[in-house]
Structure formats: C-alpha cells, structure tokens
C-alpha cells in the first residue's frame, strides 16, 4: 500500500460548508482513506456521528485503521451511496446535518496495480470499485456492441476517436479476449499513434471507468435523495473531477433551488409552485488554490459545489 492512500482535497472548505452543528449526524458518502472525515471528527464535538460510505472494501479497511482513534463516533458502510436513504433508514437514522460527496476514484485506487484503473500498470482490466459484483472492463469491451462502445468513448471520455476505437475494439476481440490495460492501450495507440497518446488513454480509461461503475447514474439517484434526508439548513458539499459530474451537480442544484411547476403533468394544478429544496452558497464552483494544485496535482480538476436545505 502507498505511503498516502489518498490526500483529501479542499479540507477547509469542506469543513467550512459542510460543519454547522458540532453535535450533529454527518455521511460521509465517499470515505476513501478518510481523510475528509478525519477532518470533520476535529471540528465537531464527541457527541457528533459519521455515517461513512464507500463502495470499495479497501478503503473502508483503510479508514477504519486511520479513525481507530474516534471509531465510537463512526459507522462504516460498504456500499454504493445511491442507496444513502434506505441505508440510513435501517439504522433507524433521521435527518442529519451534512453530506458530503467527493467523488469519483483515490489515488490509491489508481495507484494499485492491480485494479486496473490505470493504464501504468498492465494488469487485468477489472475497473469495478466494488470487486463482489458488476461487469468489468474485460466483459464490457466483450459484450457492448460496437456503437455503444463509442458512444461511451464519446460521451464519457469525449475522445474525437472514439468511434475508430470501438471499431478496433471490435476486430480485435474477434480474434481474442482483450483483458489487460496493456492490451486496451496498445489498440488506442494503434488508432492515436504515439503524439497524443497519453491524453487519450486517459480519456478512454476515464470512460471505460465510468461506464463499469455507473457513476452518473449512481451520482444523480443520490443527488434526489438529498433533500429527504437532510435537515433544514443542513449542507451538501460535493467535489467533482470532471465536467459531466460538475454538469450534473449543476443543474440539479439549479434546478432544486428555484420555485418549480408540477411535473409535467396536464391534470395537476398549474397555479401551485413547489417551493425550494436549497439554497445555493457557492455561485461558483470553488477551486483549490494555487498551492494546493502544486503540492497535489491530483486536486487540479476539482470542483466544489455546496447549498444549504431550506
Ligand atoms: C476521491 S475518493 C474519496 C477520498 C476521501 N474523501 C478521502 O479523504 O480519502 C472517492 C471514493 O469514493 C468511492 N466511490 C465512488 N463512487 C461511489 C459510489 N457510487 N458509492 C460509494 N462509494 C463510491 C470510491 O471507492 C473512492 O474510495
């Protein structure tokens, strides 16, 4: 294991938006190596509760190790934080004060070589965070047809290429199983050549990753329930790497903090409005700052969005 499983991004914003009760319940919805929720643990009473998620047994492991200390004060759950609202309920727990979502993959998930998230290593294209259950990479490049493959490739990685890419994919794996990163990244080169290689490959990975773990999907079924299950002026922070998680997050604040129609029904009553969920507190989304992106590179692409339940 790395010396540092994953350093946490934007700490003392974090904690600026999300801790306004010392003595409150708080998810962590993506506890990683639990640095956010080491974080959070300084700033909040003994008295105070984390519910932390993740989907991946390592990092629970991980966390679990690191918060020794404070363990009293936390439950872990491996789960995917889609399900947060049945999850919290079977633990009999009301609303809470704050959620925080930081998204997407640790470093110490790309890092380790054999996950198969990153095309550094030539390892076993598995890709699922959650190795119990789920396609991995080698059965989605089997089994996706050809368009789907580089509608996923456009959509997700925004890779120019795509199309060309699942073509290949597609010859390719009549001859054989493509299984490892080396392989998947030997046919991008042979589409790309070597002058952009890096970028694509980061892309296509991106995308492939992406697709494995449905993040979007989980990402907005988690975003709806947010505001059953925070307290009013309770806080949702939530970090993003990318532009299509951002956009998400975007609009369903948007959305969520503006006087609505009824759904788009031709019975309802058109003169009700359904009134507000939130109040947005970032206008725009918050980055790190300069030193932070020079001591961890990783934290570049990160973007931080935060409202408040009314
Ligand atoms: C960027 S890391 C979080 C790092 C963490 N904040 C820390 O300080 O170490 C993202 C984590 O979210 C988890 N994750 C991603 N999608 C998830 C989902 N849908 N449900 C639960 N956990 C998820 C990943 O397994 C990963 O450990």
Redesign the pocket.
Known sequence: MNAV??A?VLVREVIDYLVTSRDGVYV??????????KAVLENVSDKAQIIC????AD?INEARQQLQERQSQITFVQ????NIRDRLYEMSIGKVAGILF?????SY?IDSGDRGFSFQHDVPLDMR?DTRSGLTGVDVLQTYAERELADIFYRYGEERNARRIARRVVEERKKRTITTTGELAEIVKRIVGERHLIKSLARIFQALRIEV?A?LD?LSK?LAQTTEILQPGGRLVVISYHSLEDRIVKNFLKERSVDRKPADDPFARQDIEIKPDFRILTKKPVQPADEEMERNPRSRSAKLRAAERI
């Open positions: 499983y994953h946490p962590d919805a993506t506890t990683g190596g639990g640095g956010h929720t998620f993740d989907r991946d990092a789960d995917v934080f889609s930081d998204l997407g993959v640790s998930q965070m773990n993040e989980h988690a």
